[in-house]
Each structure stands twice: as C-alpha cells, then as structure tokens.
C-alpha cells in the first residue's frame, strides 16, 4: 500500500497543512507532467505517468478529511480490507430510533419526522466528534497509542455509518 503521507513529506495525520499539501501537489504536477518527459525512454516515461498518477490519487485522498482518516487507519494497519470492518454494537443500539424513523419514512413521507431524524443525526454526529476531539487535535503520530488508534477507528466506522443514514434521508 502507498503511503500518500510520505509521498508528499508530511506527517501522517487526520489533520494537516492543506496549503503545503496543494503546494507539494502543484509542484509534483510540473515534476511528474509526461508532456514534459515526451524525449526521456520508454521505461523513465512510465515511470514519470505513474508517480503522476499516485500524485493525483495521493492529492485526492489528503485532501478529503474522511478519505485521509480511512488512509491513516489503513497506513497505521488498524481498519481491514473493505467488508471486514465493523462498526460496535453500541453505537448501534443507539442509533435504533433513527433507524425506526428511517423506517416510518419509507412507508410515508412525513417532513416532520424527516427533520427529527437529521436532528437526531446531527446530534450524534456532534457528540461522535467530541469523543474524538482530544485524539483529533493533538494527533502525535510518534507517541498515538494503540488504543487511540482503535478511538479513531471507531470515529471513522461510525461516522461513515451516519453518512450513510443521513443519504436515506
């Protein structure tokens, strides 16, 4: 797996520079342009279009607060192969009534319980956030602990989990 991180010099985080990251993206797009490279050999071409193309897939990924926490936990060999994630039975259990209501409005469309079930999520949501706070903002990746780690993967299960509800909206 690449690690888009040091691809662009910076330090793995959930949060980072995204001036440094847009400058280090434009300056790697001049570098690694293959109209630029159009005399080298066939094998320097290559390999000019693939650093391009990991640029432009590194650049979408940290420049996407959720994408860059799913590439953190994956770098970090905490969140498994797609599928194989779980999100905790707690959370899930607390998130009943939303589902109820996502339920109700399948059988009518009611506004009313359509904006009890966004509040609800948007409340969830807040609270998911400040659970993770303290991890979020003062993420160290030389001194993060397992057991942070496994905090923000929680975060990040979850929070897709929301998303996901909030789309059935």
């Known amino acids: 797996m690449t690690d888009y ?15 440094a990251l847009r400058k280090t993206f ?3 797009s001049k570098r690694f ?9 066939e094998e320097t ?21 959720d994408l860059r926490l799913k590439h953190l936990l994956q770098v970090k060999g905490v969140l498994g192969a797609e599928g194989t994630n779980e999100v905790p039975q707690d959370f899930l259990l607390e998130i009943m009534e939303v589902n109820e209501a996502l339920m109700e ?3 009518e469309d009611d506004p009313l319980v ?3 079930v966004t509040g609800l999520i948007d409340r969830l949501e807040a609270e998911l ?9 003062s993420y160290d990746d030389s ?12 975060y990040y299960l979850k929070r897709r989990y929301l998303l996901r509800l909030r789309e059935k909206i």
């Open 5 to 19: 991180f040091s691809f662009f010099g910076l330090r793995p985080s959930p949060t980072l520079d995204e001036a």
């Open 26 to 28: 434009y300056a790697n």
């Open 33 to 41: 342009h293959p109209d630029f490279h159009t005399l080298e050999d």
């Open 45 to 65: 071409q290559q390999r000019v279009l693939e650093q391009s193309t990991l640029n432009n897939q590194g650049y979408k990924v940290l420049s996407d607060k």
């Open 105 to 107: 409005l399948e059988f």
């Open 114 to 116: 359509r904006i009890q």
């Open 129 to 137: 956030h400040a659970e993770v706070a303290d991890v979020w903002d």
């Open 143 to 154: 001194s993060i602990t397992p057991a942070q780690l496994e905090q923000l993967k929680a």
